[in-house]
Protein backbone atom coordinates (compact mmCIF):
# COMPACT_ATOMS: atom_id res chain seq x y z
CA UNK A 1 0.00 0.00 0.00
CA UNK A 2 2.95 2.37 1.04
CA UNK A 3 4.68 1.46 -1.78
CA UNK A 4 2.15 1.99 -4.29
CA UNK A 5 1.55 5.85 -2.94
CA UNK A 6 5.10 6.45 -3.24
CA UNK A 7 5.33 4.85 -6.64
CA UNK A 8 2.12 6.91 -7.51
CA UNK A 9 3.70 10.21 -6.13
CA UNK A 10 7.21 9.32 -8.09
CA UNK A 11 5.09 9.16 -11.32
CA UNK A 12 3.09 12.34 -10.81
CA UNK A 13 6.39 14.08 -10.10
CA UNK A 14 7.53 12.66 -13.20
CA UNK A 15 4.86 13.59 -15.03
CA UNK A 16 4.99 17.41 -13.78
CA UNK A 17 8.65 17.58 -14.87
CA UNK A 18 8.20 15.91 -18.41
CA UNK A 19 5.20 18.58 -19.09
CA UNK A 20 7.04 21.52 -18.09
CA UNK A 21 9.72 19.92 -20.32
CA UNK A 22 7.82 19.93 -22.99
CA UNK A 23 5.98 23.50 -22.51
CA UNK A 24 9.71 24.81 -22.25
CA UNK A 25 10.96 22.98 -25.28
CA UNK A 26 8.19 23.84 -27.70
CA UNK A 27 8.86 27.70 -26.71
CA UNK A 28 12.26 27.35 -27.51
CA UNK A 29 11.13 25.11 -30.92
CA UNK A 30 8.92 28.07 -31.60
CA UNK A 31 11.27 31.57 -30.75
CA UNK A 32 14.27 30.47 -31.66
CA UNK A 33 13.39 29.96 -35.46
CA UNK A 34 10.82 32.91 -35.44
CA UNK A 35 13.68 35.28 -33.70
CA UNK A 36 16.48 33.92 -36.43
CA UNK A 37 13.68 34.40 -39.33
CA UNK A 38 13.10 38.38 -37.56
CA UNK A 39 16.91 39.04 -37.48
CA UNK A 40 18.15 37.04 -41.37
CA UNK A 41 15.13 39.19 -42.64
CA UNK A 42 17.05 42.62 -41.11
CA UNK A 43 20.56 41.39 -41.92
CA UNK A 44 19.43 40.60 -46.00
CA UNK A 45 17.22 43.71 -45.73
CA UNK A 46 19.95 46.14 -44.45
CA UNK A 47 22.66 44.34 -46.59
CA UNK A 48 20.81 45.35 -49.75
CA UNK A 49 18.98 48.34 -48.84
CA UNK A 50 20.80 51.38 -50.33
CA UNK A 51 20.20 55.69 -51.01
CA UNK A 52 18.73 54.51 -54.72
CA UNK A 53 16.20 51.88 -53.51
CA UNK A 54 14.79 55.63 -52.72
CA UNK A 55 15.46 57.68 -55.40
CA UNK A 56 15.46 55.67 -58.55
CA UNK A 57 12.62 53.67 -60.54
CA UNK A 58 13.00 49.91 -61.06
CA UNK A 59 15.25 49.09 -64.03
CA UNK A 60 14.96 46.37 -66.90
CA UNK A 61 16.46 42.87 -66.36
CA UNK A 62 20.53 43.08 -66.96
CA UNK A 63 20.93 46.27 -65.85
CA UNK A 64 22.54 47.23 -61.89
CA UNK A 65 20.81 49.46 -59.71
CA UNK A 66 17.94 50.66 -59.60
CA UNK A 67 14.77 50.78 -56.35
CA UNK A 68 11.46 50.68 -56.19
CA UNK A 69 10.69 54.49 -55.88
CA UNK A 70 7.83 54.47 -58.08
CA UNK A 71 6.47 51.62 -55.14
CA UNK A 72 7.05 53.80 -52.35
CA UNK A 73 5.35 56.39 -53.39
CA UNK A 74 2.50 54.09 -54.74
CA UNK A 75 2.14 52.56 -51.76
CA UNK A 76 1.92 55.91 -49.98
CA UNK A 77 -0.82 57.23 -52.24
CA UNK A 78 -2.67 54.07 -51.68
CA UNK A 79 -2.50 54.11 -48.45
CA UNK A 80 -3.56 57.60 -48.38
CA UNK A 81 -6.48 57.10 -50.19
CA UNK A 82 -6.89 53.65 -47.65
CA UNK A 83 -6.72 55.59 -44.72
CA UNK A 84 -9.23 58.59 -46.02
CA UNK A 85 -11.70 55.89 -46.74
CA UNK A 86 -11.19 53.59 -43.58
CA UNK A 87 -10.02 55.46 -40.77
CA UNK A 88 -13.00 57.78 -40.77
CA UNK A 89 -15.67 55.15 -40.65
CA UNK A 90 -13.82 52.77 -38.69
CA UNK A 91 -13.59 55.52 -35.58
CA UNK A 92 -17.54 56.57 -36.16
CA UNK A 93 -18.14 53.40 -35.78
CA UNK A 94 -15.86 51.80 -32.77
CA UNK A 95 -17.59 55.31 -31.24
CA UNK A 96 -20.90 53.91 -31.95
CA UNK A 97 -20.13 50.55 -29.98
CA UNK A 98 -18.39 52.01 -27.26
CA UNK A 99 -20.41 54.40 -26.44
CA UNK A 100 -23.89 55.10 -28.24
CA UNK A 101 -24.63 51.63 -28.72
CA UNK A 102 -22.68 49.86 -25.46
CA UNK A 103 -25.13 46.67 -24.72
CA UNK A 104 -27.50 46.85 -27.62
CA UNK A 105 -28.08 43.94 -29.54
CA UNK A 106 -27.04 45.94 -33.38
CA UNK A 107 -24.09 46.99 -31.18
CA UNK A 108 -23.12 43.38 -30.17
CA UNK A 109 -24.02 42.19 -33.85
CA UNK A 110 -21.82 44.40 -35.31
CA UNK A 111 -18.97 43.33 -33.70
CA UNK A 112 -19.57 39.82 -34.14
CA UNK A 113 -19.60 40.73 -38.19
CA UNK A 114 -16.28 43.02 -37.85
CA UNK A 115 -14.26 40.06 -35.97
CA UNK A 116 -15.43 37.96 -38.70
CA UNK A 117 -14.53 40.31 -41.75
CA UNK A 118 -10.97 40.58 -40.10
CA UNK A 119 -10.71 36.92 -41.16
CA UNK A 120 -11.69 37.15 -44.54
CA UNK A 121 -9.29 36.71 -46.75
CA UNK A 122 -7.91 39.44 -48.39
CA UNK A 123 -7.93 37.89 -51.77
CA UNK A 124 -11.55 38.01 -51.63
CA UNK A 125 -11.68 41.42 -51.11
CA UNK A 126 -9.65 41.82 -53.73
CA UNK A 127 -11.94 40.25 -56.39
CA UNK A 128 -14.91 41.87 -54.67
CA UNK A 129 -12.97 45.49 -55.21
CA UNK A 130 -11.97 43.86 -58.66
CA UNK A 131 -15.90 43.65 -59.67
CA UNK A 132 -17.09 46.48 -58.13
CA UNK A 133 -15.09 48.83 -59.54
CA UNK A 134 -12.16 47.70 -62.06
CA UNK A 135 -14.64 45.91 -64.07
CA UNK A 136 -17.30 49.10 -64.33
CA UNK A 137 -14.61 51.22 -65.03
CA UNK A 138 -12.57 48.82 -67.25
CA UNK A 139 -9.21 49.04 -66.23
CA UNK A 140 -6.99 48.83 -63.53
CA UNK A 141 -6.77 51.87 -61.08
CA UNK A 142 -5.22 52.98 -57.49
CA UNK A 143 -8.01 54.25 -56.60
CA UNK A 144 -9.67 50.68 -56.74
CA UNK A 145 -6.24 49.75 -55.19
CA UNK A 146 -6.88 52.34 -52.21
CA UNK A 147 -10.52 50.96 -51.52
CA UNK A 148 -9.73 47.51 -50.97
CA UNK A 149 -6.99 48.65 -48.39
CA UNK A 150 -9.36 50.69 -47.39
CA UNK A 151 -12.29 48.30 -46.80
CA UNK A 152 -10.11 46.18 -45.39
CA UNK A 153 -8.83 48.70 -42.46
CA UNK A 154 -12.77 49.34 -41.76
CA UNK A 155 -13.24 46.77 -39.30
CA UNK A 156 -9.68 46.76 -37.85
CA UNK A 157 -10.05 50.51 -36.75
CA UNK A 158 -13.47 49.99 -35.86
CA UNK A 159 -12.51 47.18 -33.08
CA UNK A 160 -9.46 48.69 -31.82
CA UNK A 161 -11.47 52.39 -31.70
CA UNK A 162 -14.00 50.68 -29.25
CA UNK A 163 -11.55 48.86 -26.80
CA UNK A 164 -9.67 52.08 -26.38
CA UNK A 165 -12.45 53.79 -25.55
CA UNK A 166 -13.68 51.27 -23.53
CA UNK A 167 -10.76 51.34 -21.37
CA UNK A 168 -11.70 55.02 -20.02
CA UNK A 169 -12.93 55.10 -17.41
CA UNK A 170 -16.49 55.56 -16.30
CA UNK A 171 -15.52 58.35 -13.91
CA UNK A 172 -15.06 60.30 -16.33
CA UNK A 173 -18.26 60.15 -18.12
CA UNK A 174 -19.75 60.64 -14.98
CA UNK A 175 -17.85 63.93 -13.83
CA UNK A 176 -18.59 65.23 -17.66
CA UNK A 177 -22.35 64.62 -17.60
CA UNK A 178 -22.94 65.56 -13.67
CA UNK A 179 -21.40 69.12 -15.44
CA UNK A 180 -24.42 69.07 -17.41
CA UNK A 181 -22.72 68.95 -20.90
CA UNK A 182 -24.87 66.62 -23.34
CA UNK A 183 -23.57 63.34 -23.99
CA UNK A 184 -22.97 63.91 -27.50
CA UNK A 185 -20.36 66.67 -26.14
CA UNK A 186 -18.81 64.62 -23.42
CA UNK A 187 -18.01 61.51 -26.04
CA UNK A 188 -16.56 62.91 -28.59
CA UNK A 189 -14.64 66.31 -26.07
CA UNK A 190 -14.20 64.10 -23.43
CA UNK A 191 -14.04 60.52 -23.61
CA UNK A 192 -12.52 59.88 -27.62
CA UNK A 193 -10.04 62.89 -26.33
CA UNK A 194 -9.19 60.86 -23.34
CA UNK A 195 -8.48 57.24 -25.86
CA UNK A 196 -6.93 59.91 -28.65
CA UNK A 197 -3.47 58.33 -27.90
CA UNK A 198 -4.89 54.55 -28.27
CA UNK A 199 -6.95 55.77 -31.16
CA UNK A 200 -4.60 56.88 -33.24
CA UNK A 201 -1.80 54.32 -32.34
CA UNK A 202 -4.67 51.69 -33.28
CA UNK A 203 -5.05 54.02 -36.93
CA UNK A 204 -1.36 52.98 -37.35
CA UNK A 205 -1.61 49.42 -36.16
CA UNK A 206 -4.01 49.39 -39.26
CA UNK A 207 -2.21 51.35 -41.43
CA UNK A 208 0.86 48.99 -41.23
CA UNK A 209 -0.96 45.83 -41.41
CA UNK A 210 -2.74 47.06 -44.68
CA UNK A 211 0.72 48.05 -46.30
CA UNK A 212 2.14 44.91 -46.33
CA UNK A 213 -1.26 43.27 -47.75
CA UNK A 214 -0.41 41.81 -51.56
CA UNK A 215 -3.44 40.26 -52.49
CA UNK A 216 -5.90 42.58 -52.55
CA UNK A 217 -3.94 44.73 -55.00
CA UNK A 218 -3.04 41.86 -57.35
CA UNK A 219 -5.87 42.99 -59.40
CA UNK A 220 -6.97 46.43 -58.43
CA UNK A 221 -3.73 48.32 -57.95
CA UNK A 222 -2.35 46.11 -60.49
CA UNK A 223 1.83 47.86 -60.45
CA UNK A 224 3.34 49.43 -62.99
CA UNK A 225 7.35 50.10 -63.81
CA UNK A 226 6.69 53.28 -64.10
CA UNK A 227 5.35 56.89 -62.16
CA UNK A 228 1.23 56.44 -62.52
CA UNK A 229 0.11 60.41 -62.78
CA UNK A 230 -3.23 59.92 -62.39
CA UNK A 231 -5.23 57.90 -59.51
CA UNK A 232 -7.08 56.24 -62.71
CA UNK A 233 -4.18 54.31 -63.71
CA UNK A 234 -2.31 51.25 -62.29
CA UNK A 235 0.03 52.12 -59.67
CA UNK A 236 2.86 50.43 -58.21
CA UNK A 237 3.37 49.07 -54.54
CA UNK A 238 5.87 48.18 -52.51
CA UNK A 239 4.33 44.39 -51.55
CA UNK A 240 3.57 43.88 -55.09
CA UNK A 241 6.94 44.63 -56.46
CA UNK A 242 8.37 42.42 -53.35
CA UNK A 243 5.90 39.84 -55.12
CA UNK A 244 7.17 40.35 -58.65
CA UNK A 245 11.15 40.68 -57.93
CA UNK A 246 10.85 37.31 -55.18
CA UNK A 247 9.36 35.00 -57.81
CA UNK A 248 11.42 36.36 -60.53
CA UNK A 249 14.93 34.96 -61.15
CA UNK A 250 17.18 37.27 -61.13
CA UNK A 251 19.53 37.85 -58.29
CA UNK A 252 19.63 41.90 -58.63
CA UNK A 253 15.63 41.61 -58.22
CA UNK A 254 15.92 39.54 -55.09
CA UNK A 255 18.05 42.09 -53.66
CA UNK A 256 15.06 44.81 -54.04
CA UNK A 257 13.09 42.44 -52.86
CA UNK A 258 14.89 41.88 -49.46
CA UNK A 259 15.61 45.53 -48.72
CA UNK A 260 11.66 46.62 -49.77
CA UNK A 261 10.63 43.69 -46.86
CA UNK A 262 13.40 45.83 -44.59
CA UNK A 263 10.94 48.71 -45.04
CA UNK A 264 7.58 47.31 -44.46
CA UNK A 265 9.17 45.45 -41.54
CA UNK A 266 10.72 48.64 -40.32
CA UNK A 267 7.17 50.17 -40.47
CA UNK A 268 5.76 47.50 -38.68
CA UNK A 269 8.06 47.38 -35.96
CA UNK A 270 7.59 50.95 -35.47
CA UNK A 271 3.90 50.71 -35.46
CA UNK A 272 3.77 47.78 -33.08
CA UNK A 273 6.11 49.57 -30.50
CA UNK A 274 3.98 52.37 -30.29
CA UNK A 275 0.68 50.81 -29.67
CA UNK A 276 2.51 49.04 -26.76
CA UNK A 277 4.02 52.37 -25.48
CA UNK A 278 0.64 53.93 -25.46
CA UNK A 279 -1.20 51.46 -23.62
CA UNK A 280 1.32 50.95 -21.23
CA UNK A 281 0.93 53.95 -19.27
CA UNK A 282 -1.84 56.39 -18.21
CA UNK A 283 -5.49 55.38 -18.50
CA UNK A 284 -5.20 53.43 -21.61
CA UNK A 285 -3.00 50.68 -19.51
CA UNK A 286 -4.15 47.23 -20.19
CA UNK A 287 -5.82 47.90 -23.85
CA UNK A 288 -5.13 45.36 -26.30
CA UNK B 1 -21.80 57.26 -36.60
CA UNK B 2 -24.43 54.50 -36.39
CA UNK B 3 -24.11 54.67 -40.65
CA UNK B 4 -20.65 54.09 -39.81
CA UNK B 5 -21.25 51.03 -37.86
CA UNK B 6 -24.09 49.75 -40.29
CA UNK B 7 -21.37 49.94 -42.92
CA UNK B 8 -19.93 47.09 -41.56
CA UNK B 9 -23.12 45.09 -42.63
CA UNK B 10 -22.86 46.84 -46.09
CA UNK B 11 -19.66 45.51 -46.40
CA UNK B 12 -20.63 42.08 -46.11
CA UNK B 13 -23.87 42.17 -48.23
CA UNK B 14 -21.76 43.79 -51.11
CA UNK B 15 -18.81 41.54 -51.34
CA UNK B 16 -21.31 38.16 -50.91
CA UNK B 17 -23.59 40.02 -53.75
CA UNK B 18 -20.40 41.19 -56.39
CA UNK B 19 -19.28 37.41 -56.06
CA UNK B 20 -22.61 35.55 -56.70
CA UNK B 21 -23.44 37.81 -59.26
CA UNK B 22 -19.88 37.61 -61.04
CA UNK B 23 -20.07 33.74 -60.26
CA UNK B 24 -23.37 32.92 -61.85
CA UNK B 25 -21.91 32.15 -65.68
CA UNK B 26 -20.20 29.11 -63.76
CA UNK B 27 -23.06 28.32 -61.71
CA UNK B 28 -25.03 28.06 -64.77
CA UNK B 29 -22.66 25.79 -66.80
CA UNK B 30 -21.77 23.62 -63.96
CA UNK B 31 -24.21 23.50 -60.64
CA UNK B 32 -22.49 21.15 -58.19
CA UNK B 33 -20.36 19.26 -60.50
CA UNK B 34 -18.36 22.24 -59.49
CA UNK B 35 -17.23 20.92 -56.37
CA UNK B 36 -16.61 17.18 -57.34
CA UNK B 37 -16.69 16.18 -60.80
CA UNK B 38 -12.87 15.65 -63.15
CA UNK B 39 -12.87 15.45 -66.87
CA UNK B 40 -10.85 12.52 -68.63
CA UNK B 41 -8.15 13.87 -70.96
CA UNK B 42 -9.21 12.03 -74.18
CA UNK B 43 -5.24 11.95 -75.12
CA UNK B 44 -3.46 10.79 -72.61
CA UNK B 45 -6.15 8.87 -70.69
CA UNK B 46 -5.03 11.31 -67.45
CA UNK B 47 -7.47 13.19 -65.08
CA UNK B 48 -8.39 16.84 -66.06
CA UNK B 49 -9.48 19.19 -63.74
CA UNK B 50 -8.98 22.37 -64.52
CA UNK B 51 -8.09 23.15 -68.33
CA UNK B 52 -9.10 26.82 -69.07
CA UNK B 53 -7.83 26.20 -72.95
CA UNK B 54 -11.16 24.15 -73.07
CA UNK B 55 -13.17 25.27 -70.58
CA UNK B 56 -13.05 22.83 -68.17
CA UNK B 57 -13.22 23.34 -64.33
CA UNK B 58 -13.52 21.99 -61.64
CA UNK B 59 -12.35 23.08 -58.19
CA UNK B 60 -11.58 19.33 -56.76
CA UNK B 61 -7.83 20.44 -57.34
CA UNK B 62 -7.98 22.98 -55.18
CA UNK B 63 -10.53 22.19 -52.14
CA UNK B 64 -7.96 19.27 -52.06
CA UNK B 65 -4.79 21.57 -51.89
CA UNK B 66 -6.53 23.69 -49.46
CA UNK B 67 -7.53 21.01 -46.90
CA UNK B 68 -3.97 19.49 -47.32
CA UNK B 69 -2.01 22.21 -46.56
CA UNK B 70 -4.11 24.01 -43.71
CA UNK B 71 -4.43 20.22 -42.23
CA UNK B 72 -0.69 19.99 -42.19
CA UNK B 73 -0.60 23.70 -40.70
CA UNK B 74 -2.43 22.65 -37.96
CA UNK B 75 -0.96 19.41 -37.19
CA UNK B 76 2.63 21.04 -36.92
CA UNK B 77 1.09 24.39 -34.99
CA UNK B 78 -1.02 23.37 -32.83
CA UNK B 79 0.64 21.18 -29.97
CA UNK B 80 3.13 23.86 -30.50
CA UNK B 81 1.27 26.64 -29.68
CA UNK B 82 -0.62 25.13 -26.78
CA UNK B 83 2.78 24.43 -25.31
CA UNK B 84 4.20 28.05 -25.80
CA UNK B 85 0.81 29.60 -24.31
CA UNK B 86 1.03 27.52 -21.29
CA UNK B 87 4.88 28.08 -20.87
CA UNK B 88 3.82 31.88 -21.02
CA UNK B 89 0.79 31.78 -18.69
CA UNK B 90 1.74 29.23 -16.54
CA UNK B 91 5.35 28.88 -16.08
CA UNK B 92 7.49 31.98 -17.54
CA UNK B 93 9.09 34.19 -14.99
CA UNK B 94 6.98 37.97 -15.34
CA UNK B 95 10.39 39.09 -16.79
CA UNK B 96 10.55 37.42 -19.89
CA UNK B 97 6.56 37.41 -20.30
CA UNK B 98 6.61 40.97 -21.80
CA UNK B 99 9.59 40.46 -24.55
CA UNK B 100 7.89 37.01 -25.49
CA UNK B 101 4.52 38.65 -26.09
CA UNK B 102 6.00 41.15 -27.66
CA UNK B 103 7.55 39.04 -30.17
CA UNK B 104 4.42 37.06 -30.89
CA UNK B 105 2.50 40.12 -31.39
CA UNK B 106 5.44 41.54 -34.08
CA UNK B 107 5.52 38.17 -36.15
CA UNK B 108 1.61 38.04 -36.50
CA UNK B 109 1.75 41.58 -38.06
CA UNK B 110 4.61 40.67 -40.40
CA UNK B 111 3.11 40.25 -44.37
CA UNK B 112 2.21 37.71 -46.05
CA UNK B 113 4.34 38.66 -48.71
CA UNK B 114 7.89 38.36 -46.34
CA UNK B 115 7.20 35.53 -45.01
CA UNK B 116 6.66 33.84 -48.67
CA UNK B 117 9.69 35.74 -49.41
CA UNK B 118 11.85 34.28 -46.77
CA UNK B 119 10.41 30.74 -47.20
CA UNK B 120 11.49 30.93 -50.88
CA UNK B 121 14.78 31.64 -50.50
CA UNK B 122 15.71 29.79 -47.08
CA UNK B 123 12.77 27.57 -46.30
CA UNK B 124 12.42 26.08 -49.45
CA UNK B 125 16.69 25.07 -49.64
CA UNK B 126 16.15 23.88 -46.29
CA UNK B 127 13.22 21.10 -46.78
CA UNK B 128 14.97 20.59 -50.41
CA UNK B 129 18.57 19.55 -48.91
CA UNK B 130 18.21 18.11 -45.50
CA UNK B 131 14.66 17.04 -44.56
CA UNK B 132 12.74 15.78 -47.84
CA UNK B 133 15.68 13.37 -48.48
CA UNK B 134 15.11 11.71 -44.88
CA UNK B 135 11.49 11.87 -45.17
CA UNK B 136 11.54 10.27 -48.70
CA UNK B 137 14.21 7.65 -47.04
CA UNK B 138 11.77 6.95 -43.95
CA UNK B 139 8.57 7.35 -45.07
CA UNK B 140 8.76 6.96 -48.77
CA UNK B 141 7.17 3.56 -48.16
CA UNK B 142 3.76 4.76 -47.36
CA UNK B 143 3.13 6.77 -50.63
CA UNK B 144 2.97 10.06 -49.17
CA UNK B 145 6.72 10.58 -49.44
CA UNK B 146 7.47 10.28 -53.20
CA UNK B 147 10.58 11.33 -55.11
CA UNK B 148 9.47 12.67 -57.94
CA UNK B 149 9.56 16.52 -57.45
CA UNK B 150 12.78 17.93 -57.08
CA UNK B 151 11.94 21.30 -56.56
CA UNK B 152 11.14 21.23 -52.80
CA UNK B 153 8.06 23.64 -53.79
CA UNK B 154 5.01 21.56 -52.53
CA UNK B 155 2.48 21.10 -50.27
CA UNK B 156 4.95 20.53 -47.04
CA UNK B 157 6.83 23.66 -47.95
CA UNK B 158 3.41 25.33 -47.85
CA UNK B 159 2.42 23.58 -44.64
CA UNK B 160 5.41 24.62 -42.95
CA UNK B 161 5.38 28.27 -43.83
CA UNK B 162 1.38 28.47 -43.18
CA UNK B 163 2.34 26.93 -39.28
CA UNK B 164 4.60 29.59 -38.84
CA UNK B 165 2.09 31.57 -39.77
CA UNK B 166 -0.44 30.97 -37.80
CA UNK B 167 1.68 30.32 -34.73
CA UNK B 168 1.84 33.50 -33.03
CA UNK B 169 -2.05 33.78 -33.98
CA UNK B 170 -3.53 30.65 -31.87
CA UNK B 171 -0.99 31.55 -29.14
CA UNK B 172 -1.95 34.28 -28.13
CA UNK B 173 -5.53 33.78 -28.51
CA UNK B 174 -5.30 30.77 -26.34
CA UNK B 175 -3.02 32.55 -24.06
CA UNK B 176 -6.01 35.06 -23.98
CA UNK B 177 -8.37 32.56 -23.21
CA UNK B 178 -6.20 30.60 -20.47
CA UNK B 179 -5.90 33.89 -18.68
CA UNK B 180 -9.35 34.34 -18.58
CA UNK B 181 -9.48 31.20 -16.16
CA UNK B 182 -10.22 32.62 -12.92
CA UNK B 183 -7.61 32.33 -9.95
CA UNK B 184 -9.46 30.39 -7.90
CA UNK B 185 -9.73 27.41 -9.56
CA UNK B 186 -6.11 27.04 -10.37
CA UNK B 187 -5.88 27.87 -6.39
CA UNK B 188 -8.49 25.05 -5.77
CA UNK B 189 -6.82 22.68 -7.90
CA UNK B 190 -3.31 23.71 -5.88
CA UNK B 191 -4.77 23.00 -2.14
CA UNK B 192 -6.44 19.29 -3.17
CA UNK B 193 -2.29 18.90 -3.20
CA UNK B 194 -1.68 18.54 -7.45
CA UNK B 195 1.15 19.06 -9.12
CA UNK B 196 1.57 21.94 -11.44
CA UNK B 197 1.09 20.09 -14.08
CA UNK B 198 -2.20 18.32 -12.73
CA UNK B 199 -3.04 22.18 -12.06
CA UNK B 200 -2.96 23.19 -15.38
CA UNK B 201 -4.60 20.12 -17.00
CA UNK B 202 -7.64 19.99 -14.66
CA UNK B 203 -7.75 23.43 -13.38
CA UNK B 204 -6.77 25.47 -16.40
CA UNK B 205 -6.88 24.15 -20.08
CA UNK B 206 -10.42 21.72 -18.77
CA UNK B 207 -11.61 25.38 -18.46
CA UNK B 208 -9.96 26.62 -21.62
CA UNK B 209 -10.68 23.83 -23.87
CA UNK B 210 -13.81 25.64 -25.79
CA UNK B 211 -11.53 28.62 -25.96
CA UNK B 212 -8.54 26.63 -27.19
CA UNK B 213 -10.44 25.21 -29.71
CA UNK B 214 -11.77 28.76 -30.70
CA UNK B 215 -8.10 29.33 -31.11
CA UNK B 216 -6.99 26.53 -33.26
CA UNK B 217 -10.41 27.12 -35.80
CA UNK B 218 -9.22 31.06 -35.88
CA UNK B 219 -6.01 29.44 -36.96
CA UNK B 220 -7.58 27.53 -39.55
CA UNK B 221 -9.77 30.27 -40.73
CA UNK B 222 -6.44 31.86 -41.55
CA UNK B 223 -4.72 29.47 -42.96
CA UNK B 224 -7.12 28.11 -45.56
CA UNK B 225 -7.25 32.00 -46.83
CA UNK B 226 -3.76 32.56 -46.70
CA UNK B 227 -2.54 34.01 -49.93
CA UNK B 228 0.85 34.96 -50.95
CA UNK B 229 3.46 32.76 -49.25
CA UNK B 230 1.34 29.99 -49.99
CA UNK B 231 1.57 31.03 -53.59
CA UNK B 232 4.84 31.50 -53.72
CA UNK B 233 5.76 27.80 -52.65
CA UNK B 234 2.93 25.39 -53.44
CA UNK B 235 4.25 25.05 -56.73
CA UNK B 236 1.12 25.83 -58.75
CA UNK B 237 -0.28 23.08 -60.20
CA UNK B 238 -3.91 21.96 -60.64
CA UNK B 239 -3.63 18.43 -59.61
CA UNK B 240 -4.41 16.09 -57.11
CA UNK B 241 -1.08 14.17 -56.28
CA UNK B 242 -0.88 11.52 -52.98
CA UNK B 243 2.63 12.53 -52.24
CA UNK B 244 3.25 15.47 -50.11
CA UNK B 245 5.87 16.56 -51.55
CA UNK B 246 4.19 17.03 -54.81
CA UNK B 247 2.97 20.26 -56.95
CA UNK B 248 -0.07 21.34 -55.93
CA UNK B 249 -2.73 24.82 -55.74
CA UNK B 250 -5.37 26.01 -53.09
CA UNK B 251 -8.49 28.31 -53.63
CA UNK B 252 -6.33 31.59 -52.65
CA UNK B 253 -3.11 30.63 -54.88
CA UNK B 254 -4.93 29.97 -58.44
CA UNK B 255 -6.70 33.10 -57.78
CA UNK B 256 -4.12 34.77 -57.20
CA UNK B 257 -1.94 33.34 -60.19
CA UNK B 258 -4.94 33.04 -62.90
CA UNK B 259 -7.39 35.89 -62.01
CA UNK B 260 -5.67 39.16 -63.87
CA UNK B 261 -4.69 37.19 -66.72
CA UNK B 262 -7.60 35.03 -67.02
CA UNK B 263 -8.38 33.76 -70.50
CA UNK B 264 -11.64 34.05 -70.72
CA UNK B 265 -15.05 35.10 -68.83
CA UNK B 266 -16.05 31.75 -67.80
CA UNK B 267 -12.39 31.46 -66.53
CA UNK B 268 -13.01 34.29 -64.68
CA UNK B 269 -15.99 33.32 -63.14
CA UNK B 270 -14.91 30.05 -61.92
CA UNK B 271 -12.09 31.89 -60.47
CA UNK B 272 -15.17 33.95 -58.71
CA UNK B 273 -17.22 31.20 -57.79
CA UNK B 274 -14.18 29.71 -56.12
CA UNK B 275 -13.86 33.09 -54.28
CA UNK B 276 -17.58 32.58 -53.48
CA UNK B 277 -16.81 29.45 -51.88
CA UNK B 278 -13.62 30.83 -49.88
CA UNK B 279 -15.68 33.67 -48.58
CA UNK B 280 -18.44 31.20 -47.63
CA UNK B 281 -16.20 28.89 -45.46
CA UNK B 282 -13.91 31.28 -43.94
CA UNK B 283 -16.72 33.50 -42.50
CA UNK B 284 -18.88 30.40 -41.31
CA UNK B 285 -15.02 29.19 -39.75
CA UNK B 286 -14.82 32.69 -38.01
CA UNK B 287 -18.44 32.67 -36.59
CA UNK B 288 -17.56 29.55 -34.95
CA UNK B 289 -14.54 30.37 -33.50
CA UNK B 290 -15.53 33.71 -32.24
CA UNK B 291 -18.53 32.23 -30.75
CA UNK B 292 -16.28 29.44 -29.32
CA UNK B 293 -13.64 32.23 -27.92
CA UNK B 294 -16.38 34.32 -26.88
CA UNK B 295 -17.88 31.77 -24.62
CA UNK B 296 -14.78 31.59 -22.42
CA UNK B 297 -13.87 35.18 -22.34
CA UNK B 298 -16.69 36.69 -21.52
CA UNK B 299 -17.16 34.56 -18.43
CA UNK B 300 -19.77 32.06 -18.60
CA UNK B 301 -21.06 31.99 -15.02
CA UNK B 302 -20.75 28.06 -14.59
CA UNK B 303 -17.05 28.28 -15.01
CA UNK B 304 -16.56 31.42 -13.27
CA UNK B 305 -17.34 30.53 -9.98
Not at chain 1, 191 to 207: E, K
Not at chain 2, 1 to 11: G, K, N, P, Q, R
Not at chain 2, 205 to 223: C, E, F, K
Not at chain 2, 242 to 263: D, P, R, Y
Request: with cysteine.
Amino acid sequence: MRDEHKLRSKYRAWENGFATGMAVLSTVLVVTPLVAIFIYLLYKGASSLNLAFFTHNPVPVGEAGGGMANAILGSAILLGVGSLIGIPIGIAGGIFLAEFGRGTKLANAIRFTADVLNGVPSIVMGIAVYSLIVVPQGHFSAFSGGVALGIMMIPTVCRTTEEMLLMVPNAVREAALALGVPNWRSVLAITVRTASPGIITGCMLAFARVAGETAPLIFTAFGNVGWSEKLSEPIAALPLQIYVYAISPYDEWHRLAWAGALVLIVLIVLAVSLVRYVTSRGVLKGAS
Amino acid sequence: MVLCALSIFAIVVLIASELVIRSQMAWGKFGLDFFYKSYIDTYSNQPLYWDPVNGHFSALPFLYGTLVSSFLALLLAVPLAIGVAVFLTEMCPQMLRGPLAFITELLAAIPSVIYGLWAVFVLVPLLREYVNPWLIKALGWTGFFADDNPTGLGFISAGVILAIMILPIISSLTREVMTAVPGSQREAVLALGATRWEMIRMGVLRNARIGIVGAVILGLGRALGETMAVTMVIGNSPEIHKSLLANGSTMSSVIANEFAEASGDLHLSALMELGLALFIVTIIVNALAQVLVWAVTRGTPSSAH
